[in-house]
């Protein structure tokens, strides 16, 4: 385990060498969290209510949509397919250690430098929010949120490393990606709440493993998941991510067969 | 048991022809065809420990596909490969650790960070003790001259210095096993000879076991006793350097000067004339003439000076490759 600790270290040197990214990461997101508030107040402006929200409610949303992300986002997929395609795995398999959790700890170590800069920007909006908007938040709802969130990182990256395998077999597996972005912002809460969807449409997203990345652990953070509802819920989020563990280890023990270390 | 053994070892690809222009591209899309490479073709050989062989071949031959299946990069198509006694693609931890593959002009060092952060990762990777770490370490940084080097950024650095550090990156677990991929390639003379001395330490000091390909027939010359060739898949020549000489340049060269100029078909009738610019010659005698021909030159010409020289290795790979085509 110790060899991975210091591929934690080593990511994190490697992230803290160029300032410039820091800088315009802290940029990005106050921008994008002041454009929600614009983008709500004004689509409120005319109605009281969007479904069962309020603007209240929905400012609270749109703050916990990247403040979720920011603990449960991966970005596997746009880089290690075009890694195994062009043969740069080569030095990872020639090493002892398993790619999949050096990956893991990888996307980890870029997590730690993005909160590091964006926690404190989400705290400075949150009461913000608190004392312009009175939107309010639970600290324990938030806890339980971000326990939540450890399930739902580990979920995403077996699916996101699952996809990326696919790259032993398609040279254009990193369009994967793009496709996964597209469905998180629809079946994963990320564009509109998921109850706010048609009923029908509801039956079908209830389906889906990608509502545990972003929507599941929102709503936790609102308080709106009952006690049950929320280990029944936690279990599926489980059972999902075991599946998909166990069908990266499918594709990985037939995947490193026909890998051909083109180029490397 | 040998150290590596290598049996009737296959290694075929399917390889998709694309035809060529926007219309090619096209056609792809909806119909694609593929031809099988063989890339490695049933070839056999061992080697024992300590060993320090040239894995010689022209682009295309298949060195790199063979090293590559040694390591436990490629699955075989079929065959038997054992390194160490394991068998190499199924990656067991206790065979990674032993072994190491060092490609020339392939980077496996962290590009943002200095080289030492590397070294570091990979003693704990290999899980080295940290005596032996800095004990080895600093004899390799003795030996390359890169003490100063070790604390700047991988990208800053040359293309010399960077293949250096890649040598400590890959020999700081002390590997038993060595693969060395074209290691020279890229580097100027004097880098090239460094290097060379470097390995033939390490490979006398440690015992190590190495497979070298390289296009450079000095690496050849001056480190390997034993060299295998290979070409489209397969072995042609598996034995000493001496012997291929022997085998494959049963000539010498006798190399002169000419005072005046002289017919080409004078130089015919000598031997078989290699090259002709005067006032330099040279021509190729059959080895137990070499001393008698000399003579003839010396009677029958006017010269001011004259030479009588081995062939040169690019020669002799040369003709081995020839011959097998023949």
Known sequence: MRKYYFFLKSNLAASLEYRGNLLIWLLIEFITLTSVVFLWQAAFRTNQLVGTYDLQKMLSYYLLVPFVGAFTSIYISDHLPRRIKDGEISKDLMQPYSLAFVSLINQFSIKITHLSIKLPIYAVVAAVFYHVFSVKFNVYFILLALLTCVFSYILHFSIDYALCLLAFWFDDAWSLSHLKMLTLLILGGVSFPLDLVPKAMQAVFIYSPFRFIYYFPIKVAQGAISFELYFSELLALLAWTVGFLLLGRILWRFGVRKYAAYGN | ?326
């Open chain 2, 1 to 326: 048991m040998s150290t590596i053994e290598v049996k009737n070892l296959k290694r075929y690809y399917k390889v998709y022809q694309k035809e060529e222009g926007l219309r090619g591209s096209i056609r792809g899309l909806f119909s694609r065809k593929y031809y099988d490479v063989k890339a490695v073709d049933d070839i056999s050989f061992d080697l024992e420990e300590g060993e320090l062989v040239g894995f010689i071949g022209p682009n295309g031959a298949g060195k790199t596909t063979t090293l590559k299946c040694l390591c436990g990069l490629l699955f075989p198509s079929s065959g038997n490969v054992s390194v160490l006694g394991y068998k190499p693609f199924d990656r067991k931890a206790n065979f990674l650790k032993q072994i190491s593959i060092i490609m020339g002009q392939k980077n496996q060092l962290w590009w943002d960070l200095p080289a030492i952060d590397t070294f570091l990762l990979n003693k704990e990777i290999y899980e080295v003790p940290h005596k032996q770490y800095q004990a080895v370490l600093d004899e390799l940084v003795e030996m390359l001259e890169v003490r100063d080097l070790l604390k700047v950024q991988v990208r800053k650095l040359s293309l010399g210095q960077r293949m250096k550090m890649e040598l400590i990156a890959g020999l700081i677990h002390s590997p038993k096993v060595l693969f060395l991929d074209e290691p020279t390639i890229g580097l100027d003379v004097l880098m090239q000879k460094k290097l060379r001395e470097f390995i033939k330490d390490y490979n006398t000091r440690y015992k190590a076991t190495i497979i070298l390909t390289s296009h450079y027939m000095e690496d050849v010359k001056e480190l390997c006793k034993r060299v295998i060739l290979i070409d489209r898949g397969s072995l042609i020549f598996d034995s000493s350097f001496a012997k291929l000489a022997k085998e494959i340049a049963d000539y010498k060269l006798i190399s002169f000067v000419l005072e005046e100029p002289v017919e080409i078909e004078q130089l015919q009738q000598i031997g078989v004339v290699k090259n002709y610019d005067f006032p330099g010659a040279t021509i190729a005698v059959p080895r137990e003439f070499s001393i008698k021909k000399s003579v003839e030159i010396l009677e029958k010409l006017k010269i001011s000076d004259l030479n009588i020289e081995e062939p040169k290795v690019e020669d002799i790979i040369r003709e081995a490759f020839s011959a097998e085509k023949r």
